[in-house]
């Protein structure tokens, strides 16, 4: 296939409002970002396994078969359905999931008919809201301190599963490897100091934008030192067992979810969509700027589609082996990786769809039939899990706080986040509602007290310099 025709899309064959591409028909293939995926994923898309063995009763290799399974759904948004983001989790309201899911039910069969009742109602939510448009009106009508609290009820939920529900499991069980993983990501990711060097040495650069996998590699090499992980490689070809989970998972084997587990689900879901649409007009975002480098490649944002191929997949994975919150729309830190490098020109990357394809179709599904690599990969999951989970509070807290601007709103935040981290979503969200109208008001409200404390501040400076004017 030729590259696409200048100032046009790249080429694709178009059913519906979506647009089906063929890796390598369609796209190429490449290295740096293919590479990025099988050790990234790794990482990252495997981190679900320990909790799929502990909490849901599977074994490994049927852990390893639901990752698979949603590894290649989430692969599937860019070639299936065209979308041009690199796809991803919906990371900050995974602890609030495992938090509503663990303990709320106690049975393996009642957990995944949760999953279940998540996956279908966020399905139908992206479906009505995309469709009709009402999701971009919800979203600006949201309270930006309701919007703080959700964000900062998933990084209070995160470290709470960190440092106390699982603790015994995970980080209590591998201590030093641990704290020495997570101390190596928050500086790559998150130093203020690391991210002057990265403007002066391009290997710096290169490592901070590795994401979790420097953690990953350093817990991989401290660990069998101090005695906390042991390997047992075994060697040969890994099937994922597909229909075994499906008959452990699937409702249409277990039966499908009460009518209570949906309405429970409900609120969750809700939070989850107002998550995922930020995400959504972060990448927008992200691709609007990069676009005006790359006039030669026209990339074509549609709301619907992104909403309508979220709950497609979701359904699927709610139906085949359902954990939410997986099928999400964006990987913010594999999106703008790929980005990156799209923007530098077409001797870079040709298209952006070839950076996406590359990193998450032809990457990713490789690693889930590599026994050894499976094998050595497993004493490290609990690590994996606990980096996923500490990142994502640690930026989901610095984000909540750069919402809410008022002090009154960092109030109503911090009280939301606990209320949703502690209790029921509908009773977070509820309190999260209530203080809302009854501390903060409306939008008017806040502009009346911008413009009051403004007044006030023009007042005193005046005062302040009348009063340096009468002392001299």
């Known amino acids: 296939m030729d590259l696409h025709p200048e100032g046009r899309e790249q ?61 290649f759904l989430i692969g599937i948004a860019p070639i299936v359905f065209g ?9 900050p309201a995974l602890p609030l999931v495992l938090t509503f899911t663990l303990t709320g039910y106690d049975t393996p069969t009642e957990r995944f008919q949760a999953m279940t009742a998540m996956c279908i109602m966020l399905a139908a939510m992206m479906a009505v809201l995309g469709v009709t448009g009402l999701g971009r009106k919800f979203v600006e009508w949201l309270p930006g301190a309701l919007k703080a609290g959700i964000i900062l009820g998933a990084a209070v939920a995160s470290f709470k599963r960190i440092f106390l529900d699982d603790a015994p499991d995970y980080l209590l069980a591998q201590p ?7 101390s190596v990501c928050l500086i790559l990711m998150f130093s203020i100091p690391f991210r002057a060097l990265k403007l002066r040495s391009k290997p710096l650069m290169v490592l901070g934008s590795l994401g979790l996998l420097p953690g ?96 497609i997949r979701n359904f699927l994975g709610g139906i085949i082996a359902p954990f939410f919150p997986l099928q999400g729309s964006v990987w913010a830190g594999g999106h703008v990786v790929v980005v990156q490098r799209w923007q530098q020109g077409r001797k870079q990357m040709d298209s952006l769809f070839s950076g996406i394809h590359s990193m998450f179709f032809m990457g990713v599904p490789f690693i889930f039939f590599i026994l050894p690599l499976m094998t050595g990969l ?32 960092r ?20 309190v999260g509602v209530m203080a809302s109208a009854l501390l903060i008001g409306g939008r008017s409200a806040l502009a009346v007290e911008a413009k009051v404390a403004g007044l006030e501040k023009v007042s005193r400076d005046a005062r302040d310099a009348a009063e340096r004017e009468a002392e001299r």
């Open 176 to 182: 030093i490897s641990t704290v020495l993983a997570l």
């Open 411 to 430: 109030g109503v935040a911090l009280l939301t986040g606990m209320a949703i981290a502690l209790f029921e979503p509908w009773v977070g969200l509820l």
């Open 378 to 409: 497993e004493p490290l999951m609990g690590i994996a899990l606990t980096l996923t989970l500490a990142l994502t509070g640690f930026a989901c807290a610095y984000v909540a706080m750069a919402i809410a601007e008022h002090p009154v709103e």
């Open 11 to 71: 080429p694709g064959w178009r059913w519906g409002l979506f647009t089906f591409r063929l890796p390598f028909y369609h796209t190429r293939l490449y290295w740096p970002e293919f590479l990025q995926g099988v050790a990234l994923a790794s990482a990252t898309g495997l981190a679900l396994v320990p909790i799929m063995v502990a909490s849901f009763g599977l074994t490994f290799e049927q852990a390893v078969a639901v990752a698979f399974v949603q590894g």
């Open 216 to 311: 990953f590699i350093v817990a991989a090499v401290v660990g069998p030192m101090v005695g906390e992980v042991s390997y047992d490689i075994r060697w040969g070809i890994l099937i994922p067992p597909v229909h075994e989970v499906w008959a452990l998972a699937s409702p249409f084997a277990i039966g499908w979810p009460s009518l209570e587990m949906y309405l429970a689900a409900a609120p969750l879901a809700l939070i989850t969509y107002i998550i995922l649409f930020g995400d959504i007009v972060t990448a927008n975002e992200i691709l609007r700027q990069a676009s005006d480098q790359r006039p030669d490649e026209k990339i074509h944002l549609d709301s619907t589609r992104t909403h309508l191929s979220v709950a």
């Open 83 to 91: 979308e041009p983001y690199a796809p991803g989790w919906v990371t």
